[in-house]
């Protein structure tokens, strides 16, 4: 049996008090300052023998029995000496509790290599709970609740929400990957999934960037989660530099201080690489095998070429006008392309959100596409099926999946927003 983070560092908080008691009882003989210490020492002793339930190793046991035995007889060397066997013991059946919190499948790659290296180690509980959202109206009212757990991919076991009791499992460490908490235009996350909120149940809490960080491309915004989280995981160096070059701005959000935010931020911001980079190097057959329904179209003897539709173009052009046009060039020429379409998995709640005049107009766009034969939708909660099966990526340069696409050592044509 384990034992978890918290009780591991009560128990080794409890020995060095009896350490530290068992010091002094020899130097005192005021009888009112040696009741206090006796009762440290029996209190640690309690604390000792409960741990029994978790850590069933013989020689803790037994070393127990000799730790009681030298507190009996006052004996301050060989009490310092067996707490010291006791610690080791403690430290190897800690067990920390990782829950892994993320609210779009479409964006679990974000998480999962830091999910898949807490679950196989032997020191970790992993746990991953699907978070719920609502998509909004164009007033930013809650138009729909939606939990996506089912389109997780098989082998990762999620836990409902609902069930999950985070007030009392107060994990060691939350991972999340939603930022915005009550700022979000287009979704927005239960506000008990905040990340002030979260940050009062567990020891550290850890936010991922859902986008590969573009150097010299990407710009830099300020989102809550990168205040209230204790870390903030980066993927390069120049994203740590150019996010803390723009505390002023941060903290001109956040009311506060420049230095004061300018500090949080050097703490805070950490580059240990990109999990979506590790997905995509571990792409193949195996794990992301051709969807049914793209079986007899996506052939080798035509270029495969995902399209990636992004919100910024639609935010800077606000028209459909784009899209029309590539896709038109698509047809026009399907003897020797195929289109792979994966507008954002976020396009037509944006647009009902934010952009609600085009929302009929897209519905007509996506409706002749899929009625056509020269292209295949992507709606698969993940990239990787499009990024694993084409040949060519066209799409802007901002966009996180225009960066991931590069490391499948494939052709990119960049399209310059």
Partial sequence: ??????????????????????????????????????????????????????????????????????????????????????????????????????????????????????????????????????????????????????EFPEYVPVVNDEEYDLENDLPDIIYIHNPYDDTNLVTRVESRYYSWNLKKYCEKLVYIPYYKWVDGVSSTSFKPAMYYADYTVQSSDDAVRRCIEASPEYAKELGLETIKIRNIMENKLINLGSSEVDKVLSLSKDNVPMPDDWKGKVIKSRVNVVYNTTLDEIFESRTLDKVKETLAFFKENSEKAFVIWRPHPLMKQTLTSMFPNLVNEYNEIMNEFVNGDYGVLDANPSMHYAMFWSDMYYGYKTSSMTELYKYTGKIILEDAP
């Fill in 1 to 150: 049996m384990s034992i978890r983070k918290k009780t591991s560092n009560s128990l080794l908080m409890y020995l060095d008090k009896v350490v530290e008691a068992s010091l002094m009882i020899k130097k005192v003989g005021n009888s009112y300052i040696l009741n206090k210490l006796m009762k440290v020492y029996n209190d640690g002793l309690e604390h000792l023998i409960k741990s029994e339930n978790y850590i069933t190793d013989s020689d803790y046991i037994a070393l127990i029995a000799r730790f009681k035995e030298a507190i009996e007889k006052k004996d301050a060397e060989g009490v310092k000496v067996i707490s010291s066997k006791l610690k080791k013991i403690i430290l190897e059946n800690t067990i920390y509790k990782v829950v892994f919190m993320p609210y779009k499948a479409s964006m679990w790659d974000s998480l999962e290599s830091v999910w898949m290296a807490a679950d196989k180690d032997k020191r970790c509980e992993a746990v991953v709970v699907p978070i719920t959202y609502y998509e909004l109206d164009s007033n930013r009212n809650p138009a729909k609740r939606v939990n996506e757990r089912e």
